[in-house]
């Protein structure tokens, strides 16, 4: 594989986490120099996560992805490997942040962990775990995926059981995103269509009572159908945001020069960054972001289609929706074309968690693109150094 396409995702998600770091700085300025009398505050806290993020994506970018699938020990016929331990440190780490003094709750929700000097979400990490578990899975039930029992009815009943628990901290924008997530991996590793169509039907009434059982839920959809209605109560955040990029124009107010970052729009410097940046960089500034998360994207599928077998295969694209995902709500959330739902952008938002766990992606995307740069084929054999065949052929079905 030519080397242009590691390059392409470093270059384009450097200048994502550069932008970032600028954009966190100047939404969130006049807010540390009034909470902490410190101006740097919240970009300090921000770049500790770069350099944390950029340090497990090298660790991963050497380490051998393959090394997920490869058996720990054995529990009677079942073999435990670090996708399964994985799968365990997410489930227990979902449950720890109901546990008094470990658990942070903010805003009635209860969704953090403890971690000096910030705080960590089980539920961005979940999502990562989610996408090995099923690449690893699909590649060894592929002759089986249109069964319905191997199909859905195993993978949904792992999905289910982490978004039943992401439900009671709660965190409904997790459950939706994580659900989207499932169900297009499922439909890559060639579920029936009908399968993933049955399933989205089932889904429906469990959302109708998730929403109409909450109050601010309804709100949302609420202001997201008329936000001028109420625009100082429940579409007030949706009206900023529209204010914001109206603001901006074509080329912007300048770097800083935001008036709605003065206590306007809320969480401007997390969920509704992409707001700023259409104020502050204005239309060509925003169509610059959209444009390196599509090369990203491209990038991502470029590398997916490259790949020799079905587990990196799934990876990649995985990793690449997990990002893919994330971005298009928030797009879609702060330009009024979906409810309002608290999902930061990818490497841009303030929020320790969410970047942490898209740096690591990239590890492993830049990991795979490299396996497939050095793979080297045996002339007598016909077969590569990419993987041991033995190994992995044997535990297909």
């Given at each position: 594989m030519n080397s242009k396409d590691t390059r392409g995702i470093i270059i384009s998600v450097t200048?994502?986490?550069c932008i970032g770091i600028l954009m966190v700085y100047s939404s969130t300025v006049l807010m540390s120099m009034k909470k902490y009398g410190n101006s740097f505050h919240f970009l300090l806290n921000h770049i500790f996560t770069?350099?944390?993020g950029v340090?497990?994506?090298?660790?991963?970018s050497r380490m051998d992805y393959r090394s997920f699938r490869r058996p720990f020990f054995h529990i009677a016929s079942f073999q435990v490997s670090a996708i399964h331990i994985l799968m365990g440190i997410a489930l227990f780490m979902l449950l720890l942040v109901f546990v008094p003094g470990i658990g942070i709750s903010a805003n009635g929700a209860q969704r953090w962990l403890r971690l000096w000097?910030?705080?960590f979400q089980p539920s961005e990490f979940t999502k990562i775990v989610m996408v090995i578990?099923?690449?690893?899975y699909m590649d060894r039930n592929i002759h089986r995926m249109k069964d319905a029992r191997f199909g859905i009815l195993i993978p949904i009943s792992?999905?289910?059981l982490f978004q039943g628990i992401i439900i009671i901290q709660p965190d409904f924008g997790a459950v939706m995103s994580l659900g989207i997530l499932t169900m297009g991996l499922l439909l890559i590793g060639g579920v029936r269509l009908s399968y993933i169509g049955a399933m989205a039907l089932l889904s429906l009434p469990a959302i109708y009572i998730a929403v109409t059982s909450s109050s601010y839920r309804m709100k949302r959809i609420m202001s997201f159908t008329d936000p001028w209605k109420d625009s100082l109560g429940s579409g007030f955040q949706l009206v900023q945001s529209f204010i914001a990029f109206g603001n901006g124009g074509l080329t912007g107010l300048g770097l800083g020069g935001s008036k709605q970052k003065l206590y306007f729009l809320p969480e401007v410097h997390t969920d509704f960054i992409f707001s700023l940046i259409g104020e502050e960089l204005g239309m060509i500034g925003a169509v610059f972001v959209l444009l390196?998360?599509?090369y990203f994207f491209l990038k991502g599928v470029k590398v997916a289609n490259k790949t020799n077998d079905s587990f990196s295969y799934f990876l990649t694209l995985g990793l690449t929706m997990m990002i893919g995902v994330q971005v298009i709500i928030n797009f879609a959330v702060t330009t009024g074309l979906m409810p309002t739902k608290g999902l930061p952008l990818p490497f841009i938002s303030y929020g320790g968690s969410s970047l942490l766990i898209n740096l690591a992606a990239i590890g492993i995307l830049i990991n795979i693109s490299r396996h497939n740069e050095n793979r080297t084929i045996d002339s007598r054999t016909g077969t590569d150094n990419f993987m041991d065949h033995n190994y992995y052929a044997g535990r297909r079905t």
């Open positions: 200048l994502l986490v770069v350099f944390v340090a497990a994506m090298f660790i991963l000097p910030t705080t578990f099923l690449a690893d792992v999905m289910l390196l998360f599509l």
